[in-house]
């Protein structure tokens, strides 16, 4: 869908050449330039695949916001159409949140990260073993409290940070601390009273006055104390492939550091982009937070403090779903890159929200990366050459032109003719290794779906071009 609003340069979509023989084109998709398109596209094709009411998306590039938008219904009845004005649970993302409350403490001198739980809270089990940094890394390990992805009965009815301890901090641990990642709430909500009891504020007012009013974040809520409002988003639930039913709140308590947030999808994004700047922490904090920790046995967890941390396509991605009665958010950032995409979602355990999220992510990697027209026009006319029998070699590298023996020609054209139409091609990845350019693209035919691998060198010619069965 278009957005009436939308302030946008699209780019032409690239032409065709035309093969020697009368054959349908590939459909066009957008641009991968025109980022609103593909996003729109992407989203739109989600919700219709996996029948979630709404979501909102953002997009930053270059360290700016570029485009967000909302889609589908953030309220069945009465029908109430999804804005980016409206809040909606981000879950677990409120983890990272909880940790940079940690560090901010940290760095006014009022604790370490190496600081042990017993400290703080005496009585826990294991906790002149246990460090403030275990709990942020999931290592600890505490049993989780809320491993589930419904609404718990007793989820409905009031808590306390003290209870939940009582019941799952005081518990035989689940093994050596250091040892394994496991994820588990119950990390967070210890996290939580820490901070509380250092800084002698409630942690989301902590939270306020140091990151979110700096920040502009001006719609964060906290859903542990107060339900969203009616302009917000209503979160939903089905059991199976049945209908969608308005899901319960969590009574006061259960989320608190480990999922209280709630906000408006452009918020996060503002939260993305400070992160991207290192606006909050210093330098050394935000590598606090940033870096895999790393299990005693020398093995890699890929999530740091509050967050997760791997490589995608060769780019350094902070990464964290969330999930919460109703609701389902992912946020991605690429903070080499000054990339990030951030998508809420109004109904639990659905998976829309991380698929949107990465689509999207690969979309603005592609547009970052995005091939000449003329490299394009190439890529387009050797698959048309090649499933007529034919190729121009002067497209092509020694090596490649070697690769294309008489042989090879014989049993592209025997692979792709039969397929019939080409109805789209779509880059999916990109980089560079040798000195040449790397991307995959996906070539969609009615009868099945292949990959091509393609390296170009420096002076536009193919090095490699390969065709498989699709990854």
């Known amino acids: 869908m278009q957005h009436p609003a939308r302030q946008w340069i699209t780019v032409g979509l690239v032409a065709l050449a035309a093969c020697s023989k009368p054959r349908e084109a590939p459909r066009p998709l957008p641009d991968p330039k025109d980022i609103p398109a593909n996003v729109d596209r992407i989203a739109a094709k989600a919700l219709e695949d996996t029948g979630v009411p709404s979501a909102v998306v953002a997009a930053v590039v270059d360290g700016k ?3 967000a938008h909302a889609y589908g219904d953030a309220r069945l009845e009465p029908k109430t159409p999804a804005t980016t004005q409206m809040r909606y649970s981000i879950g677990s993302i409120s ?65 306390d940070g003290k209870a939940i301890l009582d019941r799952w901090a005081r518990i035989p641990l689940e093994f050596e601390p250091g040892t394994r990642w496991q994820y ?8 939580g009273l820490i901070c509380e009891q250092v ?142 995409v951030a998508v809420l979602t109004n109904q639990d355990a659905s998976g829309a929200a991380e698929k949107i999220a990465q689509q999207v992510r690969d979309a603005l990697l592609r547009a970052a990366s995005a091939p000449s027209l003329e490299s394009d026009r190439v890529v387009h006319q050797m698959l048309a050459d090649l499933a007529d029998h034919r190729l121009d070699r002067t497209k092509l590298t020694a090596n490649a032109s070697a690769y294309f023996s008489n042989a090879a020609i014989d049993e592209f054209a025997a692979t792709l003719h039969p397929l019939g139409t080409l109805e789209s091609v779509e880059q999916t990845t990109s980089g560079r290794r040798g000195g040449m350019i790397f991307r995959r693209y996906e070539l969609k035919y009615a009868p099945k779906t292949l990959s091509l691998s393609v390296y170009e060198t420096t002076d536009g010619k193919l090095e490699q071009f390969l065709i498989d069965e699709d990854r």
């Open 199 to 340: 800084a002698k504020v409630p942690l989301f007012d902590f939270l306020t006055e140091r990151v979110f009013r700096g920040l502009g974040m001006t719609s964060v809520t906290n859903t542990d104390r107060a339900k969203l409002t009616e302009a917000d988003a209503q979160g939903y639930f089905r059991r199976a492939l049945g209908p969608r039913h308005p899901a319960p709140h969590e009574g006061p308590g259960w989320m608190y550091a480990a999922g209280e947030l709630a906000m408006t999808v452009e918020d996060l994004a503002k939260w993305d982009i400070a992160v991207m700047q290192q606006a909050i922490l210093s330098p050394a904090s935000y590598r606090e937070l940033e870096t895999e920790v790393v299990l005693a046995n020398g093995a890699g967890t890929r999530y740091a403090l509050g967050i997760g941390v791997q490589l995608t396509q060769g780019h350094r991605e902070l990464r964290h779903n969330g999930e919460v009665s109703g609701f389902v958010a992912a946020n991605l950032v690429l903070p080499d890159d000054k990339l990030a």
């Open 184 to 191: 588990s709430n119950t990390n967070f909500v210890i996290a």
């Open 95 to 159: 983890k990272q949140f909880t940790a940079v409350a940690l560090l901010l403490l940290a760095e006014d001198g009022k604790l370490t990260l190496d600081d042990r739980v017993s400290k703080y809270l005496p009585g826990l089990t294991r906790g002149d073993d246990i460090s403030v940094r275990q709990l942020l890394s999931h290592t600890s390990g505490y049993p989780d409290y809320a491993p589930q992805d419904y609404m718990v009965p007793e989820w409905e009815k009031p808590i």
């Open 65 to 67: 916001l570029v485009y």
